[in-house]
């Protein structure tokens, strides 16, 4: 359903400065081309399309943190950083150390600083390296108006439904309204033009047409390992760069048990019907990945296009996802 | 904001989430190719009222004639969401939504009717539109974790005015040309339909008179 095909390029910018020449190597670059299944014949058919390569950053450097507080050094940050009506703009992105990976919402900004929804402070010791990124736009990925990829409509009813996880682990749905009030709207009307997709989240297309549609997504492949967070309830995530990994690579940084219903669940499309199936770590006697009805499941399934995990304990778990491109 | 930016310290924090992965969505709008409208076609105006809910009999044109206060509209009826604002930013527009959590079955199968006043609540309204569609029934609640969204517009093919009247050709988005409206129906006052009661009355009772 997904390809990897993926053009890698180092873009390597050579500044001339008088005599003296600097060389300054910027983040790799690619393209990534994924596949929106078409609905065969059924009434619809879901799709992951990932979100592992990001904006280039507006600012690369030394951080110091305290508490929220990241005061950046050789920044000279300005323009729109911050939230824009309650929705972020922009993310602080750790680079180097243990914590390099972690990623937090810019709350507020000022010339030499950022604030960040969450402390990062324990992940960023004096001598870290820490980016500025913008952040991707479920339009920069799908389009809108004269670019859209999906089938919009009338209504969510009507369209192509695409879902996002929010805040408390539910799949949200957006579309794209056509006609009058035409863009992207929730589910509830409201505007959803400013709709971000977090770094290393995978986007569910509901395709309600025939026709399959590519999308291509542009950006830079991390530099550094990534920290995928499964908290409670309903994740979405994808590998953090354009590389496969498998369903085994999950356990055990999530939770098996002894039935399906004691243990966190991973969901993935079923290839066939569009349709998602749970499979789980399973515990104890005949242990090893599972469907929801115990049949034993391929651990070396690629997983790399997009997967949700559904974490049952209210503490978080943490993937690192080793930097191997 | 997605749970992705959650670092291992925040996250040890208790999240208050219980209500469910999945949700059923029930949006009713004219959004579409309808807009509201007063019943002399003026544009129904921000701040007006909005509902979509049901009633818990059915309802056919029957039960609304004759009701001779804007409060007698609402008998029975259960509002399931509201809007007094444009939808789109496009006056005479609606939407109203919803929100089930998973588990929250009691409407399964309720027939969906849209209730419209010309004031900020149905009880202060001189004018009142009732509309509904034979299609328009609340779909099961989910039990996955991916939500059901269920959408309902004037325009959907079956819709009737109940009360108040659909008029092909006579709206008007504002920007956006002529396009076909559904109108609000002045209710009778009570004086003017005790009067008209009187006067049915008075004419009965001579015209029994003039048989006997």
Redesign the interface.
Same mark, same amino acid.
């Not at chain 1, 940084?253 to 966190?264: E, P, Q, R």
């Not at chain 2, 609000?184 to 009355?201: D, F, K, M, N, T």
């Given at each position: 359903m997904k390809k990897l095909n993926v053009a890698l390029a180092i873009l390597a910018t050579v500044a001339m400065a008088g005599n003296a020449q600097t060389t300054a190597t910027t983040d790799i670059v690619g393209y990534q081309t994924s596949t929106i299944a078409g609905k065969g014949s059924g009434s619809s058919f #879901?799709s992951f399309v990932p979100n592992n390569l990001a904006k280039a950053a507006i600012h690369t450097g030394a951080g110091t943190a305290a508490g929220t507080v990241v005061t950046l050094t050789g920044a000279s940050l300005s323009g729109s950083i911050g939230p824009v009506s309650g929705v972020?703009t922009h993310?602080l992105l750790v680079k180097t150390g243990t914590?390099a990976g972690?990623?937090?919402?810019v709350t507020a900004f000022t010339s030499g600083s950022v604030t960040t929804?969450?402390? +990062?402070s324990?992940?960023i010791p004096a001598g870290t390296t820490v980016s500025v990124v913008p952040h991707t736009k479920l339009t920069d990925i799908l389009g809108t108006s004269a670019g859209l990829l999906i089938t919009g409509g009338?209504?969510? !009813?009507?369209a192509d =439904?695409v879902? #996002?996880?929010?805040?408390?682990? !539910? #799949?949200? !749905?957006y579309y794209y309204?056509t006609?009058?009030?035409a863009g992207w709207k929730n589910?509830? =009307?409201v505007?959803a033009t400013a709709t971000?997709v977090?770094?290393?989240?995978s986007i &569910?297309v509901?395709r309600k047409q025939v026709a399959p549609v590519s999308v291509v997504t542009v950006g830079s492949v991390a530099s550094e390992q990534a920290? &995928?967070?499964?908290? %409670? =309830?309903? =994740?979405?995530?994808c590998s953090a760069a354009p590389i496969a990994i498998t369903l085994g690579s999950l356990y055990p940084t999530i939770s098996g048990g002894a039935n399906v219903s004691a243990a966190d669940n991973v969901?993935l499309i079923n290839p066939t019907t569009g349709a +998602?199936e749970t499979f789980y770590y399973k515990t104890g006697i005949g242990a090893g990945w599972k469907t929801s009805s115990n049949a034993t499941a391929d651990a070396n399934r690629d997983i790399s296009g997009g997967y #949700?995990v %559904?974490r049952k304990a209210? !503490?978080?778990a &943490?993937l690192t996802q080793s930097k191997t491109w | 904001m997605n749970k992705m930016t959650k670092i291992a310290v925040a996250l040890i924090v208790a999240l208050a989430m219980n209500s469910g992965y999945a949700a059923l969505t029930i949006t009713g709008a004219t959004a579409s190719s309808y807009n509201f409208a007063l019943s002399n076609g003026s544009i129904l105006t921000d701040g007006a009222i909005f509902q979509i809910g049901y009633y818990n009999t059915a309802v056919t044109s029957a039960s609304f004639s004759g009701l001779s206060s804007a409060s007698a509209f609402q008998t029975g009826w259960t509002s399931l969401a509201s809007s007094t604002a444009n939808a789109f930013d496009i006056p005479g527009l609606r939407s109203a939504t919803a929100d089930l959590a998973t588990g929250i079955n009691t409407y399964e199968g309720k027939s969906l009717v849209m209730l419209v006043g010309n004031a900020s609540t149905i009880s202060g309204s001189t004018q009142v539109g009732v509309f509904s569609n034979s299609s328009w029934i609340v779909p099961v609640n989910p039990t996955g974790i991916t939500p059901t969204d269920y959408a309902f517009d004037v325009s959907d093919v079956g819709t009737q005015a109940l009360f108040g009247s659909l008029r092909l050709g006579t709206g008007a988005y504002a920007g956006d040309g002529v396009v076909n409206s559904a109108n609000l129906q002045a209710i009778p006052e009570p004086s003017s339909a005790s009067l008209l009661a009187l006067g049915v009355a008075g004419l009965v009772a001579l015209r029994a008179r003039r048989k006997s």
């Amino acid at each position: 359903m997904k390809k990897l095909n993926v053009a890698l390029a180092i873009l390597a910018t050579v500044a001339m400065a008088g005599n003296a020449q600097t060389t300054a190597t910027t983040d790799i670059v690619g393209y990534q081309t994924s596949t929106i299944a078409g609905k065969g014949s059924g009434s619809s058919f #879901l799709s992951f399309v990932p979100n592992n390569l990001a904006k280039a950053a507006i600012h690369t450097g030394a951080g110091t943190a305290a508490g929220t507080v990241v005061t950046l050094t050789g920044a000279s940050l300005s323009g729109s950083i911050g939230p824009v009506s309650g929705v972020p703009t922009h993310y602080l992105l750790v680079k180097t150390g243990t914590g390099a990976g972690f990623v937090s919402d810019v709350t507020a900004f000022t010339s030499g600083s950022v604030t960040t929804a969450d402390d +990062l402070s324990s992940s960023i010791p004096a001598g870290t390296t820490v980016s500025v990124v913008p952040h991707t736009k479920l339009t920069d990925i799908l389009g809108t108006s004269a670019g859209l990829l999906i089938t919009g409509g009338a209504s969510v !009813t009507a369209a192509d =439904n695409v879902y #996002l996880v929010d805040s408390t682990g !539910t #799949l949200k !749905t957006y579309y794209y309204k056509t006609g009058i009030g035409a863009g992207w709207k929730n589910s509830s =009307n409201v505007d959803a033009t400013a709709t971000i997709v977090y770094p290393n989240e995978s986007i &569910i297309v509901s395709r309600k047409q025939v026709a399959p549609v590519s999308v291509v997504t542009v950006g830079s492949v991390a530099s550094e390992q990534a920290k &995928i967070v499964f908290s %409670q =309830n309903v =994740n979405s995530a994808c590998s953090a760069a354009p590389i496969a990994i498998t369903l085994g690579s999950l356990y055990p940084t999530i939770s098996g048990g002894a039935n399906v219903s004691a243990a966190d669940n991973v969901y993935l499309i079923n290839p066939t019907t569009g349709a +998602l199936e749970t499979f789980y770590y399973k515990t104890g006697i005949g242990a090893g990945w599972k469907t929801s009805s115990n049949a034993t499941a391929d651990a070396n399934r690629d997983i790399s296009g997009g997967y #949700l995990v %559904q974490r049952k304990a209210s !503490t978080a778990a &943490i993937l690192t996802q080793s930097k191997t491109w | 904001m997605n749970k992705m930016t959650k670092i291992a310290v925040a996250l040890i924090v208790a999240l208050a989430m219980n209500s469910g992965y999945a949700a059923l969505t029930i949006t009713g709008a004219t959004a579409s190719s309808y807009n509201f409208a007063l019943s002399n076609g003026s544009i129904l105006t921000d701040g007006a009222i909005f509902q979509i809910g049901y009633y818990n009999t059915a309802v056919t044109s029957a039960s609304f004639s004759g009701l001779s206060s804007a409060s007698a509209f609402q008998t029975g009826w259960t509002s399931l969401a509201s809007s007094t604002a444009n939808a789109f930013d496009i006056p005479g527009l609606r939407s109203a939504t919803a929100d089930l959590a998973t588990g929250i079955n009691t409407y399964e199968g309720k027939s969906l009717v849209m209730l419209v006043g010309n004031a900020s609540t149905i009880s202060g309204s001189t004018q009142v539109g009732v509309f509904s569609n034979s299609s328009w029934i609340v779909p099961v609640n989910p039990t996955g974790i991916t939500p059901t969204d269920y959408a309902f517009d004037v325009s959907d093919v079956g819709t009737q005015a109940l009360f108040g009247s659909l008029r092909l050709g006579t709206g008007a988005y504002a920007g956006d040309g002529v396009v076909n409206s559904a109108n609000l129906q002045a209710i009778p006052e009570p004086s003017s339909a005790s009067l008209l009661a009187l006067g049915v009355a008075g004419l009965v009772a001579l015209r029994a008179r003039r048989k006997s």
